[in-house]
């Protein structure tokens, strides 16, 4: 047998011994955790636990374990909304299909059983809405996915914003750009694959009674030309008015979660044209901000929520000392006296089905909501109390991130 | 259903490099083609023209007599199938094939119309009420088969369909595919580069190189009148021998000896100096095991074998031989081309499994001179193709086509009645 693993690989080696000869479908029980949030596949995938981390193994061909470990590793050097690759298993013994090993995606749920939670009706437009973000975004990295379905997107919150992610690019096609026939059929296989996925959940009596199928599927192409055209368009506009219709174009391009990379004004006879090039990664400037700050890793928009917590906190300080306070000292105060407590104080029995960053983000949520049924500020420690009593536990257990589980042991 | 024209189609992508270069191909409504050729030909940038996903530089894409150059994928109404072969588990066989109609809001009964008529054709028909669950790979395989049927769509693409399923499924689906195709007399364009899927499946093989179409002919007249070098090398396994010869009247001088050629082939390599005489393995034998009429229409010599290879029903023996270097580089290159990793200064040759022949021993074999090709080194064209005799076999792999297109309507006509009768149905179950 062989492994190939990207660096850095320390996960690897606690990987290593577990029986990669057997087929994964005669892996024992207790080596396995179970992930009620998983979408449907063809292959065996199952997950286990190594050391409190926890990946996802899929059973398939070699040629298309290597393919998309290839592309995995690119997206992800891209700063794409995928999961991340650890590495292939090939050469098993008798002539055994490889394993393809991903590390699993934290606090993640596939849209399969989003949709089919007592919520998934009420949230479908948003739920579609960042689907479609992210077919966006693959396509205008030239990427064809070919299997676009609600088992194939993961899902996380970020800061009560929904953010999609790609697992599965065994059917990925990687083009210099996409033509617009490409598109077109991507999105007419994602309908197909999301209205076939809808009516499978329909028949089991699994989805939300106001969901149509046919209407769902019906209204992505709708949405995603829509969103395509919003981000891709040239506009023209009278000279005088250049100024703040670029910055107006590039406020509604950070809303729709884009970054924009380039931006060539051109002026013609009619005006100025305007073309914008958005950039593929996912918009990281809050969030590079926090991790400065604090050593955080976060999503962006929890980044811009935590940031500007960090921000009123350190004006605080420096209002009780009546001096400056550097904003390296104040992130590392606000860690240890703000964040950390807040999470530390998690029911043991509720962590885990949230991300802390979440958690905070929701803290702070109901802190507002608290103080303004009360008319004064009530303060993070008592909102958190309440919290923890009144709305985590409203949140499914059986969206426990498996590495907190395993944690548990 | 629709026949497909392509008239002088190019396809350049941004580095102006030609992926596609000038092609022409009629494929008739109801006929099984075959794209094929090495890697990088051009085979699925065609196909991905057919489909829309590709815009087309140049030329015009005519499906059913209509030009759809600028239409998108789903208003050409093709059906690429195996594309989608998740089965998804709450939904009974039945749903699972009818839901790209659901989707399309099609009434109850029409579904239930064409779902029934596609389990016929699959013979899933009685595993319509069952969950997915508990299928065979061949027939889960089938359901994703029956998705492509109920569309009704104009004609079915396969792009390298096969590629990624174990050896004994892509089996059965070969002949599952080819059953069905010649069940629904659907137009269908299949790409592989797999030799046994495109000498079995297809009416009619176009071979690509480099983006240009070499020949399109039936899988028999692509292996007995090769147009060329490179059609030669890429049709047959294991593939022709390619042996130095200078023509000496009627006579070409070889390392295996002379070869008499008829009037006419002698007149047609006449005036060249070196030459590639093309013989498949199976035009050889041990000479010791030929029937004494047989001799005459062949030449014996003697040479040393090198390995021998028994597989029980066949045998063979490789004899290596001399070649000047100008050809040994020729050859070189078009094995490299054909992305085969032997170079071929070393004749394989099919001889009889019970013939004695011994590894490292001379022997004397019979080659059957009446089938022998002869090429230009140069130009790589084949000077004694017969041109006729040719295009007599891919006329007669027309007819036993349209035959067995109406057998089978017949056949699945009286399927409706009465109780089946073989004949087209029983083919590859
Ligand atoms: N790294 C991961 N993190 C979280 N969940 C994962 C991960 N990898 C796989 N999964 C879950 O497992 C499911 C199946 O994985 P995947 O889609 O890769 O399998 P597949 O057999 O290729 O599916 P398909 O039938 O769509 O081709 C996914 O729907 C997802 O819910
Ligand atoms: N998007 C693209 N941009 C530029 N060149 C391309 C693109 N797609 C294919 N090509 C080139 O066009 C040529 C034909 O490619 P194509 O994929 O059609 O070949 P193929 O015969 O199907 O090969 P294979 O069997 O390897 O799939 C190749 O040289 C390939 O490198
Ligand atoms: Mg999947
Ligand atoms: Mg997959």
Same mark, same amino acid.
């Given at each position: ?86 590495? &292939? ?9 490889? &394993? ?42 030239? &990427? ?39 598109? $077109? ?66 406020? $509604? ?151 907190? &589980?395993?944690?548990?042991? | 259903?629709?026949?497909?024209? =392509?008239?002088? *189609? ?5 580095? #102006? ?12 409504? /109801? ?24 815009? *087309? ?5 005519? +499906? ?15 059906? =690429? ?67 492509? *049927? ?29 059953? @069905? ?17 495109? =000498? ?35 049709? #047959? ?19 295996? #000896? ?20 093309? +013989? ?38 490789? +004899? ?30 099919? +001889? ?7 590894? /490292? ?5 019979? %080659? ?21 005799? #040719?295009?007599? @076999? ?7 086509? %349209? ?27």
């Amino acid at each position: 047998m062989r492994y190939l693993f990207r660096p850095p690989a320390d996960d690897a080696a606690g990987l290593l011994a577990l029986p990669w000869h057997q087929p994964l479908e005669e892996w024992d029980q207790s080596l396995l955790l179970d992930v009620p949030s998983r979408g449907i596949s063809r292959h065996v995938v199952r997950f286990v636990a190594v050391e409190d981390r926890v990946y996802a193994l899929k059973e398939i061909d070699e040629r298309l374990a290597r393919h998309e470990y290839a592309l995995l590793a690119q997206f992800e050097a891209e700063g794409l909304p995928t999961v991340s690759v650890l590495g &292939i298993c090939v050469d098993r013994p008798d002539d055994q299909a490889a &394993i393809l090993v991903t590390r699993y995606l934290e606090y993640s749920m596939s849209y399969r059983w989003l949709f089919s939670g007592p919520r998934g009706g009420r949230s479908a437009d948003q739920l579609l809405d960042t689907m479609v973000v992210l077919l966006v975004r693959l396509h205008l990295a030239g &990427i064809f996915w070919g299997d676009c379905s609600l088992s194939n997107t993961l899902f996380r919150l970020d800061a009560g914003t929904f953010a999609a992610y790609l697992v599965d690019a065994e059917t990925v096609e990687r083009h210099p750009r996409l033509s617009p026939g490409q598109r $077109r059929y991507d999105v007419d296989l994602a309908c197909e694959r999301v209205g076939a996925e809808l009516l499978d959940l329909q028949f089991g009596g699994l989805l939300p009674e106001d969901v149509d199928p046919i209407e769902v599927a019906e209204g992505l192409p709708r949405r995603y030309e829509s969103l395509w055209e919003e981000v891709t368009r040239e506009e023209v506009f009278r000279t005088d008015e250049q100024r703040y219709r670029v910055a107006e174009r590039l406020q $509604r391009l950070n809303e729709l979660g884009f970054d924009v990379g380039e931006v060539e004004l051109r002026t013609t006879e009619e005006g100025t044209r305007l073309r914008v090039e958005t950039r593929v990664a996912e918009p990281g400037h809050n969030r590079r901000e926090l991790f400065r700050l604090t050593g955080l890793e976060v999503r962006e928009r929890q980044a811009q929520r935590l940031l500007n917590d960090v921000r009123a906190f350190r004006a605080y300080l420096e209002q009780k000392s009546g001096q400056p306070v550097p904003e390296t000292i104040a992130g590392h105060r606000w860690l240890a006296e703000v964040y950390q407590p807040v999470l530390d104080a998690v029911p043991e029995e509720l962590r885990g089905r949230l991300e802390p960053a979440e958690v905070f983000h929701e803290v702070l949520e109901h802190r507002w909501f608290l103080s303004e049924k009360a008319g004064r500020d009530v303060g993070t420690t008592k909102a958190a109390r309440s919290y923890f009593t009144n709305v985590l536990p409203g949140t499914p257990q059986e969206l426990t991130t498996p590495s907190v &589980i395993a944690g548990r042991g | 259903m629709a026949s497909i024209e =392509m008239k002088n *189609i190019v396809k350049q992508y941004g580095d #102006g490099f030609p992926a596609v270069n000038d092609v022409s191909l009629d494929i008739a409504d /109801g006929e099984f083609m075959i794209l094929v050729g090495p890697s990088g030909c051009g085979k699925s940038t065609l196909l991905r023209m057919i489909v829309g996903l590709e815009d *087309i530089t140049s030329g015009d894409m005519v +499906i059913g007599g209509k030009r759809v150059n600028d239409l998108a994928p789903r208003d050409r109404n093709l059906s =690429m199938v195996f594309q989608n072969y998740a089965l998804y588990p709450h939904m009974t066989v039945f749903e699972n094939i009818a839901f790209p109609l659901r989707l399309a809001k099609t009434p109850d009964d029409e579904v239930r119309r064409k779902v029934e008529e596609a389990s016929d054709v699959l013979e899933l028909k009685e595993h319509l009420e069952r969950k997915p669950a508990n299928l065979s790979g061949g027939q889960r395989q089938r359901v994703a088969m029956g998705r492509a *049927i109920v569309r009704d769509a104009e004609a079915f693409l396969f792009d390298e369909p096969l590629s990624n399923l174990d050896a004994k499924l892509r089996g059965q689906m070969r002949t599952e595919i080819s059953r @069905l195709q010649r069940r629904l007399g659907i137009t269908t364009v299949y790409v592989t580069h797999d030799q046994t899927e495109a =000498m079995t499946l297809g009416d009619r093989v176009c071979v690509l190189r480099k983006g240009k179409i070499q020949q399109v002919a039936s899988p028999r007249e692509l292996y007995e009148q090769p147009v060329n070098l490179f059609v030669a090398g890429f049709i #047959g396994s294991p593939p022709m021998n390619f042996l130095p010869a200078t023509p000496e009247g009627n006579r070409l001088k070889t390392p295996f #000896g002379d070869i008499e050629l008829d009037e006419k082939r002698a007149a047609a390599v006449a005036g060249h100096d070196l030459l590639l005489v093309g +013989i498949r393995p199976e035009y050889f034998e041990d000479a010791t095991l030929v029937d004494e009429a047989k001799r005459p229409v062949g030449s014996t010599f003697r040479a040393r074998v090198d390995v021998t290879e028994w597989l029980g029903d066949s045998q063979y023996a490789y +004899i290596p031989y001399d070649a000047p270097d100008s050809i040994r580089a020729q050859l070189r290159d078009l094995s490299k081309e054909l992305d085969s990793e032997e170079l071929r200064t070393q004749a394989i040759v099919s +001889i009889d499994a019970t013939s004695r022949i011994r590894e /490292g021993r001379e022997a004397e074999f019979w %080659l059957d001179s009446r089938k022998v090709h002869v090429f230009d080194p140069e130009t790589g064209d084949n000077l004694t193709r017969d041109a006729e005799a #040719g295009a007599e @076999l891919t006329r007669l792999a027309n007819e036993d086509r %349209l035959e067995q297109m109406e057998d089978s309507h017949a056949g699945s006509r009286a399927d409706e009645g009465q109780v089946r009768t073989g004949g087209a149905t029983a083919v590859g179950s």
